[in-house]
């Protein structure tokens, strides 16, 4: 069973957002990951949100293309922004 499996909280299937990112270009990836990671750190309090397995299907896209990369740099840019 993929963790993707079944509906977000809205009823769509989960996949569609999935296949949503992995058709993005590198930049609109990388502002989608940021966007992505800060409402689910926004969202700390809900744990059903579906912000947090965003972030998740995000940092497995980035693996696949770069190891990883592309989502660390997103991380840290989110954070730099946090810690003013």
Do not use: Q
Not at 14 to 37: A, P, R
Not at 42 to 70: I, K, L, M, Q
């Amino acid at each position: 069973m993929n963790r993707f499996d079944g509906n977000d909280n809205y009823g769509k299937p989960k996949m569609e957002y999935v296949n949503k990112i992995n058709n993005m270009s590198d930049e609109e990836l990388f502002e989608e990951t940021k966007s992505k990671i800060w409402l689910s750190a926004y969202a700390n309090n809900n744990p059903r949100s579906d912000y947090h397995w965003h972030v998740d299907a995000c940092y497995e896209v980035w693996n696949v293309r770069n190891e990883g990369e592309g989502y660390k740099k997103a991380f840290n840019e989110v954070m730099k922004g946090i810690l003013k």
